[in-house]
């Protein structure tokens, strides 16, 4: 018996680094194509807006600009990293690792397709929505450990913007789970396959879009990032690859943000009609093209609109959306009560 004990051992070590590396695969199929998504997102994000202002946008490095974002990570990695004198270090180099890191985290639990996900888990809309409340956590780390006045009220204000939006999200994802009676991302994809909730729930996914816009502090509502009042907020002590990790974050919350939108209203991986015309292109292509869609919504916004006033911005969290959202709730309640359409 004794004697086995090392064969057995060695057989379920193997196994573990089997299962590991299988996973190691997984998680690397994911990463890397969205960190090349997030660089790829800034130079879409300076064609578009240069576009709209008449503007080429970039067009020197590469052909059509294409290289522009590799120009870009290859002058922050050689620039050096300096560290405010006061600051306190541990948590000033915590800070964007923390945001970074959270929104790769965010990723494991999204659908690309029917099966094709990396953790398929019942809860997985609470765990999104928990990922996504966590990440204030590393503006605000960033704007104290910087110990210093603009940094620190740019924190506070990302807090105090996104604690107000969360609130109408949520109820706006109650709204949503009402219909399906699923926390399971999968199950709320398949649950629109008569009808996408963008048709029923239309003002819910605008609201839900725009509260989008607060969580990842993006105009008009870039508040903790306002240059005539806080210079830069919350990252303005920041250079090199810390600067770039923050920067990287905003906009992989951005894709996140877009595919959450895909999910809850657009259908997900799910084609427009089962036409045979749509139903020959797969599925990732389909969530890809609608998170592609939503994300240009989010340019089209920046380069449309202007920055928001605070005060602004906090009625319309507490004043409009809470009051509407909250109504929006009861009334689907009672609407799936009164035709006896409660999922079961």
């Given at each position: 018996?004794?004697?086995?004990?090392?064969?057995?051992?060695?057989?379920s070590?193997?196994?573990?680094?089997?299962?590991?590396?299988?996973?190691?695969?997984?998680?690397?199929?994911?990463?890397?194509?969205?960190v090349?998504?997030?660089?790829?997102?800034?130079?879409?994000?300076?064609?578009?807006?240069?576009?709209?202002?008449?503007?080429?946008?970039?067009?020197?490095?590469?052909?059509?600009?294409?290289?522009?974002?590799?120009?870009?990570?290859?002058?922050?990695?050689?620039?050096?990293?300096?560290?405010?004198?006061?600051?306190?270090?541990?948590?000033?180099?915590?800070?964007?690792?923390?945001?970074?890191?959270?929104s790769?985290?965010?990723?494991?639990?999204?659908?690309?397709?029917?099966?094709?996900?990396?953790?398929?888990?019942?809860?997985?809309?609470?765990?999104?929505?928990?990922?996504?409340?966590?990440?204030?956590?590393?503006?605000?780390?960033?704007?104290?450990?910087?110990?210093?006045?603009?940094?620190?009220?740019?924190?506070?204000?990302?807090?105090?913007?996104?604690?107000?939006y969360?609130?109408?999200?949520?109820?706006?994802?109650?709204?949503?789970?009402?219909?399906?009676?699923?926390?399971?991302?999968?199950?709320?994809?398949?649950?629109?396959?008569?009808m996408?909730?963008?048709?029923?729930?239309?003002?819910?996914?605008?609201?839900?879009?725009?509260?989008?816009?607060?969580?990842?502090?993006?105009?008009?509502?870039?508040?903790?990032?306002?240059?005539a009042?806080?210079?830069?907020?919350?990252?303005?002590?920041?250079?090199?690859?810390?600067?770039?990790?923050?920067?990287?974050?905003?906009?992989a919350?951005?894709?996140?943000?877009?595919?959450?939108?895909?999910?809850?209203?657009?259908?997900?991986?799910?084609?427009?009609?089962?036409?045979?015309?749509?139903?020959?292109?797969?599925?990732?292509?389909?969530?890809?093209?609608?998170?592609?869609?939503?994300l240009?919504?989010?340019?089209?916004?920046?380069?449309?609109?202007?920055?928001?006033?605070?005060?602004q911005?906090?009625?319309?969290?507490?004043?409009?959306?809470?009051?509407?959202?909250?109504?929006?709730?009861?009334?689907?309640?009672?609407f799936?009560?009164?035709?006896?359409?409660?999922?079961?």
């Amino acid at each position: 018996m004794l004697e086995m004990i090392p064969e057995v051992l060695s057989e379920s070590w193997l196994e573990a680094i089997i299962y590991g590396a299988i996973n190691l695969g997984y998680i690397l199929l994911i990463v890397l194509p969205l960190v090349i998504s997030v660089a790829y997102l800034t130079y879409a994000e300076r064609k578009v807006i240069g576009f709209m202002q008449l503007r080429k946008g970039p067009n020197v490095v590469g052909p059509f600009g294409l290289l522009q974002p590799i120009a870009d990570a290859v002058k922050l990695m050689h620039k050096e990293i300096i560290i405010p004198t006061r600051a306190n270090p541990l948590l000033f180099l915590m800070a964007p690792v923390i945001t970074f890191t959270l929104s790769l985290i965010a990723w494991s639990v999204i659908p690309f397709g029917e099966g094709v996900v990396l953790a398929d888990i019942n809860v997985g809309i609470l765990f999104l929505f928990a990922i996504s409340s966590l990440e204030v956590y590393g503006v605000i780390i960033a704007g104290w450990s910087s110990n210093s006045k603009y940094p620190f009220l740019g924190a506070m204000r990302s807090a105090a913007q996104m604690v107000s939006y969360e609130v109408s999200m949520g109820l706006i994802i109650v709204s949503v789970l009402m219909c399906v009676g699923s926390l399971n991302l999968t199950d709320i994809v398949m649950a629109q396959k008569g009808m996408w909730y963008a048709i029923p729930m239309f003002p819910m996914m605008i609201m839900f879009f725009i509260s989008t816009l607060a969580e990842t502090n993006r105009a008009p509502f870039d508040l903790p990032e306002a240059e005539a009042e806080l210079v830069s907020g919350y990252n303005v002590e920041y250079s090199s690859m810390p600067f770039a990790l923050f920067f990287l974050g905003e906009y992989a919350n951005m894709i996140l943000m877009s595919a959450m939108t895909t999910i809850l209203f657009l259908g997900g991986w799910l084609p427009p009609a089962d036409y045979a015309i749509f139903t020959w292109i797969p599925g990732f292509v389909w969530f890809a093209l609608k998170i592609a869609f939503v994300l240009f919504c989010f340019l089209w916004v920046r380069a449309s609109l202007p920055r928001y006033r605070y005060d602004q911005l906090m009625r319309l969290g507490w004043k409009v959306f809470l009051p509407f959202s909250l109504a929006w709730v009861v009334l689907t309640a009672s609407f799936l009560v009164f035709t006896n359409n409660l999922p079961s």
